[in-house]
Nanobody, 115 residues
Framework: QVQLVESGGGLMQPGGSLRLSCAAS????????MGWYRQAPGKQRELVAT???????DYADSVKGRFTVSRDNAKYTVDLQMNNLKPEDTASYYC?????????WGQGTQVTVSS
């Protein structure tokens, strides 16, 4: 069993910053890819940013230059630094991990960007 536990999130004004963190625990040896997805009300879940075990990153076009994903392979953690937040970033953010070709998800943490 693998568990992903997120922390961070909350309410922020446009232009502000937030940091999300996620820690994986359980039967883990190597996390191939780890990162974040998000889902806004009425929309499909979408990629935000992920990083693979070799350090290659993948970002949604909408967050490039504003968000930074970083992981610690030894600690099985991943963070998402979100700068210059926009109202359209409002969503539930889910931690994601791919382990031995199986996808795991956290419970989600809410990020609301509003003045």
């Amino acid at each position: 069993q693998v568990q992903l536990v997120e922390s961070g999130g909350g309410l922020m004004q446009p232009g502000g910053s937030l940091r999300l963190s996620c820690a994986a625990s359980g039967s883990i040896r190597t996390i191939y890819r780890m990162g974040w997805y998000r889902q806004a009300p009425g929309k499909q879940r979408e990629l935000v940013a992920t990083e693979n075990v070799a350090g290659a990153t993948d970002y949604a076009d909408s967050v490039k230059g504003r968000f930074t994903v970083s992981r610690d392979n030894a600690k099985y953690t991943v963070d998402l630094q979100m700068n210059n937040l926009k109202p359209e970033d409002t969503a539930s953010y889910y931690c994601y991990a791919n382990i031995w070709a199986k996808d795991y998800w956290g419970q989600g943490t809410q990020v609301t960007v509003s003045s």
